[in-house]
């Protein structure tokens, strides 16, 4: 199992949000960098507040690239994914997003309001650069769908656990969230991320079965608090969980 956590690049601004992403990195294996967004639909509260914070701090696409360049010459062997809507995309020119994130050493990125169908071009050019395009699968997805979604994404499928937006949440649907995700795996043949309302270590222990996790809001909550010592605290447990399951499924 592979640990993702995801954080809102600038915030609560850009010159504190460095500190809180090279700790992430101490225990992520892969880090998701949000970029500030003046609309996130898939976002619930938490994350929403982080893009607003980040605006106004400065945050941006081209910002974006400066930070993933830093944060991989001192973190070489981590794996940094950019998570954009495409506004910003379409704004930048893919073909320049796609040329900037390979220069950064990027890994590839996540565009959640980017359907397959509408994918294909990015997807096939990304493929080019060796970067990988990570499209999400739903629980409504079905077996065409996901063919399709197997398609256009690259090494990695993101399996959104839950309709709705995203946020830490106290239970989650465990059982049917472990057949959906066989179900998206089974036909893909891909890594498969299950992301969306994971938030403490419980979570992890029940999602064993995954390729990798994703946590976002929990953590955003901490930056929000300006809870650097929470933040490390939590990921040491989140990692320490991790690094259990690694152990018993060797």
């Known amino acids: 199992m592979k640990l993702v956590i995801y954080a809102t690049l600038c915030d609560p601004n850009c010159e504190e949000n460095l500190k809180y992403l090279k700790t992430i990195l101490k225990y992520a294996d892969i880090l998701e960098l949000g970029i500030p967004f003046s609309d996130p639909l898939a976002d619930g509260p938490t994350i929403q507040k982080a893009h607003v914070r980040a605006l106004k701090a400065g945050g941006s696409l081209k910002k974006s690239f400066k930070v993933v360049k830093i944060l991989k010459e001192e973190f070489k062997n981590k794996d940094i994914y950019v998570m954009t809507y495409y506004n910003p995309v379409f704004k930048y020119g893919e ?47 079905d077996e065409k769908r996901i063919k399709l979604i197997s398609k256009v994404s690259g090494d990695n499928i993101y399996y959104v656990s839950l309709t709705g937006i995203t946020g830490a949440r106290d239970k989650l649907d465990f059982e049917n969230i472990k057949k959906h995700y066989l179900k998206v795996k089974e036909i893909s043949k891909k890594h498969v991320w299950i992301g969306f309302g994971i938030s ?39 990692r320490s969980e991790v690094e259990k399951i690694n152990a018993t499924s060797c």
């Open 95 to 141: 073909e320049n997003f796609l040329k900037d994130l390979k220069e950064a050493n990027g890994k590839g990125f996540i565009i959640p309001d980017l359907p397959a169908e509408e994918g294909e071009n990015i997807s096939k050019n990304a493929k080019a650069l060796n970067l990988d395009p990570v499209f999400l699968a739903a629980p409504t997805s």
């Open 200 to 238: 403490k270590k419980e979570h992890v222990q029940a999602l064993s079965f995954a390729d990798a996790i994703v946590i976002g809001s929990k953590v955003v909550s901490f930056i929000e608090k300006n809870d650097l010592k929470g933040l490390e605290k939590f990921l040491k447990e989140i």
